[in-house]
């Protein structure tokens, strides 16, 4: 057994330190945005009843067909017996919170955002993962395209902070009433009678269960089949059109580009009018960095009363890729600004002090306590890339002194021993000291 090597699940992975900077980056780029446009948090649980996933996203969804991770909440799982599902999305949660809570009672629209992992037991690949972070914006409540434009214009904004902005494209469509899809789903069925032969597999399932699918099929022959097909607009009624030509209007008011894509259907079924989606500019619809729309039926099929919503959802991991892809640096949350080294026994005691106050005083600081030689703690000192290093030998212990090093400019001076602190914050300013504020505050929230 001792040859035992664990690794993470196919298709999850370790949010390492270095990539967890993004992470932060990110985060904060979102709450700063959601809370400027008045957004509130909401953490949805992880599994839920599986039939809000079922019955939200849809039965003949790939999401819910493949992909759903069904989990059992018995001790002994039996697999006719999965009441859970871990969630693969945020929005049919959010939903059913919003009718479980009484949301309807707040001043509309309620807008809610949320930050976490979700479960697509997909098939692994570039981009493509079973555990995965999205962000997700959801506004509820009231219905009017300039909700569609501002909730775009959030998404737009945080694309903007993280410097990606410009290697997405926003593409939109408008997917009508469900009365409009469904005469059009009938016009599409009967145009492939005869035709069926000429489709792939997979696209003949789709003309049975979810024949809309068929638009953003990626495969050839299909889509040279389409081209002759009837054209989705045919079938708009008056007020989507409006609704989507208002929209647009104040995108374009609102300055931020768009393609129109007649073609644009998503892989959810809660869907209806707005929809949709940032590509990658460079591969089109494969891996896109983030997706949403108009559902204006979704809280009923929960339960609640008839309720618009529009939202979105971004993946984290895809606009990571696309960051590094693009240079863009975040900034180094970790770096070590000061590390301690010391030589004998009384030094290392007056060391220990001196590190906690140079970390009460928000100063990144690593000490080297243990009994190395001083040649392998300034290696060590080295490895960690600390900015500065603070040197109590014996002889600095008598006359009550301490080396400080500046390990870049590889010069040193010898400064009394209470000098150390004032000096190092002097060093590297007082507005990059990571001070932590809490205790403050709370004091003033007990007033
Ligand atoms: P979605 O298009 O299914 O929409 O997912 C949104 C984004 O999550 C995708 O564009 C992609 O970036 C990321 N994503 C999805 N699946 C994976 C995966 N297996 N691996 C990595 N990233 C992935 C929704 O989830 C809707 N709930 C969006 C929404 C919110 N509509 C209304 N409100």
């Not at 609102?254 to 073609?263: M, Q, T, Y």
Request: include cysteine.
């Amino acid at each position: 057994m001792s040859n035992l090597m664990f690794r993470t699940p196919k298709g999850t992975h370790d949010v390492l330190p270095d990539d967890q900077q993004y992470m932060t980056y990110i985060k904060k780029s979102v709450r700063h945005r959601a809370r400027q446009a008045g957004y509130r948090r909401i953490d949805p649980p992880i599994f839920e009843d599986r039939r809000i996933f079922e019955r939200g996203i849809g039965e003949h969804t790939d999401i819910v067909e493949k992909e759903l991770f069904r989990v059992s909440g018995k001790k002994e799982s039996d697999a006719n017996d999965t009441e859970f599902a871990l969630r693969p999305e945020f929005t049919a949660g959010i939903c059913r919170a919003y009718v479980e809570y009484g949301m309807q009672q707040l001043p509309q629209p309620v807008e809610l955002y949320a930050i976490g992992p979700c479960f697509r037991h997909d098939r692994p690949q570039k981009g493509r993962y079973r555990q995965f972070h999205q962000f997700d914006l959801e506004v509820i409540g009231l219905k009017d395209p300039s909700l569609d434009a501002q909730l775009i214009q959030v998404t737009w904004n945080i694309f903007k902070d993280l410097r990606i902005s410009d290697r997405l494209s926003l593409q939109i469509n408008n997917i009508g009433t469900s009365e409009n899809r469904k005469a059009y789903i009938e016009a599409l069925k009967d145009f492939f009678i005869g035709k069926e032969g000429r489709l792939p597999e997979e696209d003949r399932g789709r003309l049975l269960a979810n024949p809309l699918r068929l638009l953003d099929s990626k495969n050839e022959d299909t889509q040279i089949l389409l081209k002759t097909a009837p054209l989705f607009t045919q079938f708009l009624s008056e007020e989507s059109k409006q609704f989507h030509d208002t929209l647009l209007e104040y995108l374009t008011e609102l300055g931020i580009p768009f393609n129109e894509n007649p073609r644009l259907v998503r892989g959810l079924d809660y869907y209806g009018q707005t929809v949709f989606e940032f590509w990658d500019q460079s591969t089109g619809s494969q891996n896109a960095v983030g997706g949403g729309g108009r559902y204006d039926g979704l809280i009923e099929i929960l339960g609640g009363k008839p309720t618009p919503g529009v939202g979105f959802a971004g993946g984290i991991e895809r606009m990571i890729w696309h960051m590094k892809e693009a240079g863009v640096r975040v900034p180094n949350k970790d770096q070590v600004d000061v590390f301690v080294a010391q030589l004998g026994p009384e030094a290392k005691k007056k060391c220990l002090t001196l590190v906690s106050q140079l970390r009460e005083k928000g100063i990144h600081t690593v000490g080297a306590l243990g009994e190395a030689s001083l040649k392998s703690q300034m290696r060590l000192a080295d490895k960690f890339q600390s900015r500065y290093t603070l040197l109590l030998g014996k002889l600095e212990v008598k006359d009550g002194t301490i080396i400080l090093k500046d390990m870049q400019a590889g010069k040193q001076k010898q400064i009394p021993y209470e000098q150390a602190i004032p000096e190092v914050i002097r060093l590297l300013g007082e507005k990059n000291l990571d001070t932590y504020e809490i205790r403050d505050q709370m004091g003033q929230m007990e007033e």
